[in-house]
Structures are given as C-alpha cells and as structure tokens.
C-alpha cells in the first residue's frame, strides 16, 4: 500500500488529531530534544514475509543502501557525538557491506544494534553473523511475537517459530543473553492481534520462564511494541473491518506520561537511499523530516536534527498508547 494511500485511510477514521491531542498539554508541539540513536534502515531485501510488517519487505525487495551511502552515514555518526547505531531492513545481514560497516562501527566504540528476524541466521550465506556479531559486540534485538509456536507461526510463518528457538540456542552458545558474557541478546513482542501489549515486565518473566522451562534458552529483556496501523497491518485492519476500533484503542488509551520519551525526541531514521526521518514509521509512510531539518543525511548538520520540530500524524498515537511503544520496549 502507497504511503499517499495509508495517510488517507488514517485520516479518514473519525478520530482526534494527534497534532491537536500533543499540543493540548500545553508544551507546544513535539520537539527533539538531542540525536542520540542514528537508526539506518540498511534495505528492504528480508529472507521472510511477515504479515505485521510495517516495512513491506520481503525476497522481492531490491532496495538496498550501498556502501556508498553507509560512508556518508559514518561521517555523519561521527560528526553527531550520537552513541547508538540501530541497524534495521529488512533483514540487514543481506546487505552485501553489513560486515565492513559493523567493523567500523565498533571502532569508533558506538552501542550497535542489529534487528534480527533470526531465521535468516539459518541461511548458509547469513550463518556467518553469529560470529560476525560476537567478534564486533554487536546487541542482538530478534523478534519473536510470543513462547507459543501457534502464535508466533500465525504472525510469521509454518516453521518460523522452530527455526528461531534453533538459532537463540547457536546465539546462547556463543555467549549471548548469559550473564557476564557481554553479549546482549533482547527480544521484541508485538501482539498477534488487535490490543495492546502486556505489562513489559510481566510479559518478559513469562518469556523468560516459557523458554528457559521449554527449551533452554535464555535471553537479557523483552520489549514489547505496539502494532502500527501502517503498511501491511494496516491492510488486515481495515480488510477485517477492525481499523476503526483499534485507532480508537489507540486513542482512549493515550498516556501523556509517555509522551516525553517518545523515541523521535533522541533519534532520526535514516531510509535505504539515505533521507531522513523522525523515526521508522514515518519512513514508511513517506513523512520525511521538516522545518528546516536537511532531507538527507549528505547534508547532515547536528544543530538542525537535534532541535527540530517534529512530524507527526495520528499513527503516532500507537507510541503513546497504554505503557508506551519504542523501538526499545515500553515507555513508562
């Protein structure tokens, strides 16, 4: 689905403006406070086609961010001060220079995160990672929607569920998620469904529990991330005629406790082709940054990221809905 096609469905659901819900607490518009987190989206190229994914992507993708481009990205990293780099496609371990840039990466001694779907650690070309990712300390994010197979295979796939179990384990013997190790290995829930998810800290004592007891895996936190009402998600909303309701979830249970730590306050996303945006989501629905922010990341000037005023739109109510969504987990 378009991005033109997605900003028109959401702002056909009669709903408050986000815009408006923002600036009624009396603090003006959404403001970036610093830039902290250079999130790079390295492709759109994935070895699965999830049906939640808000990236659309997929075997059939041929975008992808060239070496060229990650040197621009690394001038600018070095430039910012910033002391993350969360590494996002896709699955970014089918970006062809993905090695080189981690390598770089950890000699300028940055907090690097790559965003697994693990299954592809299981393909011949991409196994090499799990060394790739220990030699350079790299923190893991991997997704896995829920402990039970059913819920998980629903969301991503027959087998899927299997195939990711089989690679914490590769990731556990490589000293990952095991205490004194070093090696961070968290994981990423999103309800498979149309509600909002758990208590994060409950949630990830299940987690731990389920897969310690099931399977012995062990892993170092869970984030729990609301479903955005974007791309593909978005198509199941509104075919199964459940859009308006889930947008009002998101409304009536808007926090304003989250609201100060939204995650575009400290980051900027970065797409394959190098723009700029104020997270992820906006990326995907084609909201580049504004206000005087430079539109690539070849133009990148710290002063102009770090005090911009943000872009929002009322998918922005998924981050502040309940206990908060971010890229790392709960907000409250």
């Keep these: 689905m378009i991005p033109s096609e997605q900003l028109k469905i959401l702002s056909e659901v009669d709903i408050p403006l986000f815009k408006d819900k923002i600036e009624g607490l009396g603090n003006g518009p959404l403001m970036a406070e610093s830039l902290d987190v250079f999130q790079i989206n390295l492709g759109k190229l994935c070895n699965m086609t999830c049906s939640h994914c808000h990236v659309e992507a997929g075997p059939d993708r041929t975008e992808i961010m060239t070496k060229d481009m990650l040197e621009i990205c690394l001038h600018a990293i070095r430039k910012s001060g910033a002391s993350t780099v969360d590494l996002t496609g896709g699955a970014p371990e089918m970006n062809p220079d993905l090695e080189w840039f981690l390598v770089e990466l950890n000699g300028l001694g940055k907090r690097v995160i790559v965003r697994s779907n693990l299954t592809v650690l299981l393909v011949p070309k991409y196994s090499k990672y799990i060394n790739i990712f220990a030699d350079n300390n790299v923190e893991i994010v991997a997704s896995l929607p829920c402990y039970e197979e059913s819920n998980t295979d629903a969301q991503r796939g027959n087998l899927v569920f299997q195939r990711s179990i089989k690679v914490l384990k590769l990731l556990n013997d490589k000293g990952y998620g095991k205490e004194g190790s070093g090696l961070v290995l968290n994981l990423a829930h999103n309800p498979v469904g149309t509600h909002l998810p ?27 991330i609301t479903n955005m009402p974007i791309s593909r998600y978005l198509e199941y909303l509104k075919d199964t005629g459940e859009l308006n309701d889930y947008l009002h979830l998101l409304v009536n249970s808007f926090s304003s406790s989250s609201v100060a730590n939204v995650m575009c306050r400290n980051t900027i ?44 739109h009322n998918h922005c109510f998924g981050c502040t809905a309940g206990e908060g969504s971010s890229c790392q987990g709960s907000l409250n």
């Design 198 to 224: 758990p208590s994060q800290a409950k949630l990830e004592a299940d987690y731990k529990r389920r897969l310690f007891d099931d399977f012995g895996v062990l892993f170092n936190s869970l984030f729990c």
């Design 269 to 312: 996303s970065i797409s394959w082709d190098g723009f700029v945006y104020d997270c992820d989501f906006n990326q995907m629905l084609g909201l580049p940054v504004s206000y005087g922010a430079p539109a690539n990341i070849k133009d990148f000037d710290l002063s102009k990221y770090s005090g911009r005023k943000i872009v929002v």
